[in-house]
């Protein structure tokens, strides 16, 4: 059974920071790509970023280039989601989620992914 936890999120000024992290279990953590993913009210799930298993690769939605970051700690199956900069059009739920595709590439598409946590929530105040 794989479980993700989401940690991290909370309530911050426009221009603020904020650090997401993601505990994963029950898989072969170093061997998945993990993403983020977020939802606002009314609006669907979209692709946030994408770190490659071994860390090498990842990719970013053009909304949140240059100002978010994504990372992951085999040792510890853990993938942080730094995000700074932060805009109130950045106020949504925060997914973690694992890539049950096996493929090498990194995906942006959210069908990819099998595995997602609870979410946390990410509020910024203008």
């Known amino acids: 059974q794989v479980q993700l936890v989401e940690s991290g999120g909370g309530l911050v000024q426009a221009g603020g920071s904020l650090r997401l992290s993601c505990a994963a279990s029950?898989?072969?953590?170093?061997?998945?790509?993990m993403g983020w993913f977020r939802q606002a009210p009314g609006k669907e799930r979209e692709f946030v970023a994408v770190?490659?298993?071994?860390?090498?690769?990842?990719v970013y939605a053009d909304s949140v280039k240059g100002r978010f970051a994504i990372s992951r700690d085999n040792a510890k199956n853990t993938v942080d989601l730094q995000m700074n900069s932060l805009k109130p059009e950045d106020t949504a739920v925060y997914y973690c989620?694992?890539?049950?595709?096996?493929?090498?590439?990194?995906?942006?598409?959210?069908?990819?992914?099998?595995?997602w946590g609870q979410g946390t929530q990410v509020t910024v105040s203008s």
């Open positions: 029950g898989h072969t953590f170093s061997r998945t790509h």
């Open positions: 770190v490659s298993w071994g860390g090498g690769r990842s």
């Open positions: 989620a694992a890539d049950r595709s096996a493929l090498d590439v990194v995906s942006t598409r959210r069908s990819v992914y099998g595995y």
